[in-house]
């Protein structure tokens, strides 16, 4: 693995830092494990492509993945001792109390982002299209063009 930051090169000092970090959260519980991503829909399939169509069809693809915001429950951390669980409760009192408006917030949002992409998917179904009338356009004016320098 290189490690680039600013032009230089700091796999050495940084590499086996990060290489432990990675292990000590491998060893945490699976509900406080930062989540992994499935190879079929993280970004990194974008550093494959070889032309920018090709850029623009994953990209969307891997947009409508991502449109979606939830409000599920998540953990809550907290500090240690006395104070720390008061203030955990009263987090996950006001949680529940605002649980009803986050919904509604994300529902919208949620609206606004797959109008976005379907937008987008739109735009560049009907830039294809323009593409394909144009490219035909100039294959009929060459084989015209071609027909007149014949005669």
Request: net charge positive.
């Amino acid at each position: 693995m290189k490690l680039i930051i600013a032009t230089r090169d700091r796999s050495e000092d940084l590499g086996p830092w990060l290489r432990e970090q990675a292990d000590a959260m491998q060893s945490l519980p699976s509900d406080r494990r930062p989540t992994v991503l499935p190879a079929i829909i993280a970004a990194k399939s974008l550093a494959h492509v070889t032309h920018e169509s090709q850029f623009q069809d994953e990209f969307l693809r891997l947009l409508r993945y991502r449109e979606g915001v939830d409000t599920l429950p998540f953990r809550i951390p907290r500090r240690p001792g006395l104070l720390g669980a008061l203030m955990a409760t009263a987090k996950k009192g006001l949680w529940k109390l605002c649980r009803y408006q986050w919904d509604r917030i994300t529902f919208r949002q949620n609206l606004i982002n797959t109008f976005y992409n379907h937008a987008l998917e739109y735009e560049q179904q009907q830039r294809k299209r323009d593409v394909t009338r144009l490219e035909q356009r100039i294959t009929s004016l060459e084989k015209r063009l071609k027909g007149e320098h014949d005669r």
